[in-house]
């Protein structure tokens, strides 16, 4: 390689390495203004989780996304700045319903270490890409299942165990309190990570709250950083016993939703 072509390799790995260094430091300050610290090492597994995702993506379609910044911000970061509206505390038992590359649940447990995560998903090979994920990452606190919601929620060592169900991008609200509120136990909280068009769906979903005997929904909006896009959480506390039929067997709460 002649010294032309080695000074720039060189200034593209320090603008690169410049770039990572900028880009941790504006990720923290994300990260502090939705109340959260995040530590060098956690910062490194999540750049190590972005890159394993990246990686699988090329044979698996985990996700559309794949302009490095979009996942950071998209993903990442929209899994967790969103904690202060729903609370995890260590010790809880919380279930991510519909995982597909590990999102939210991959960038929760690596910020929150003392908290039992279920990541299930109906696609095995999704789940299976998961778990090499969770291996990789050295997360002691994941647990994999490929399973359909509709075949755990009536396993008596899932049903009404978790303290949170989070599903991110999964069904429309309706189908979502049918999967997830026979998973939480009493005085629990379903999270549904939604888009801005939240209000068909909060209005669908009248049907399901009363069948489910569950409380109407808390909305709470938010914004992504760099213009890219409004969210909504809606949070679902269970106050009442839901009845055993729910949810339906597989394939009907999307196919006759409530
Ligand atoms: N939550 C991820 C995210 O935010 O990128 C993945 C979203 S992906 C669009 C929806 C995932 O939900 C798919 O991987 C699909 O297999 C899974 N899924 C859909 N219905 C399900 C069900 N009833 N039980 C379990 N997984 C389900």
Same mark, same amino acid.
């Given at each position: 390689?002649?010294?032309? !072509? ?39 597994? #999540?750049?190590? !989780?972005? &890159? ?14 794949? &302009? ?11 899994? #967790? ?28 447990? $690596? ?44 396993? @008596? ?36 990570? /939604?888009? @801005? ?11 399901? $709250?009363? /069948?489910? /005997? ?5 909305? !709470?909006?938010?914004?992504? @950083? ?31 939703? #409530?």
């Amino acid at each position: 390689m002649n010294y032309y !072509y080695k000074q720039k390799l060189f200034g593209d790995l320090v603008s690169v390495l410049k770039g990572m260094v900028g880009f941790h430091q504006t990720f923290e300050k994300w990260m502090e203004e939705a109340g959260l610290n995040i530590t060098d090492t956690q910062f490194k597994k #999540l750049t190590q !989780y972005v &890159d394993l995702l990246k990686k699988k993506n090329e044979e698996l379609n985990l996700t559309s996304i794949t &302009d490095p910044k979009e996942v950071w911000i998209k993903h990442i970061l929209d899994s #967790l700045i969103t904690v202060p509206f729903f609370k995890i505390k260590p010790g809880m038992k919380v279930m991510d319903v519909g995982t597909g590359g590990g999102l939210p649940g991959i960038p929760l447990a $690596i910020m929150f270490p003392s908290v039992q995560f279920v990541l299930i998903d109906s696609t095995q090979k999704k789940i299976t890409a998961v778990e090499e994920f969770v291996k990789e990452l050295g997360l002691k606190n994941v647990a994999c299942i490929a399973t359909r919601a509709e075949t755990i929620a009536h396993h @008596p060592s899932h049903r009404d165990q978790y303290d949170l169900v989070l599903t991110r991008a999964v069904a429309p609200l309706r189908v979502l309190i049918e999967l997830t509120v026979p998973l939480i136990h009493l005085y629990g909280n379903a999270i549904a990570y /939604k888009g @801005p068009e939240y209000i068909s769906e909060l209005s669908q979903s009248q049907n399901a $709250i009363i /069948k489910l /005997k569950s409380e109407p929904p808390r909305v !709470y909006q938010y914004s992504l @950083p760099e213009g890219m896009g409004n969210r909504t959480i809606i949070q679902i506390t269970k106050k009442h016993v839901t009845p055993d039929v729910y949810p339906r067997r597989e394939g009907i709460p999307n196919k006759r939703p #409530l």
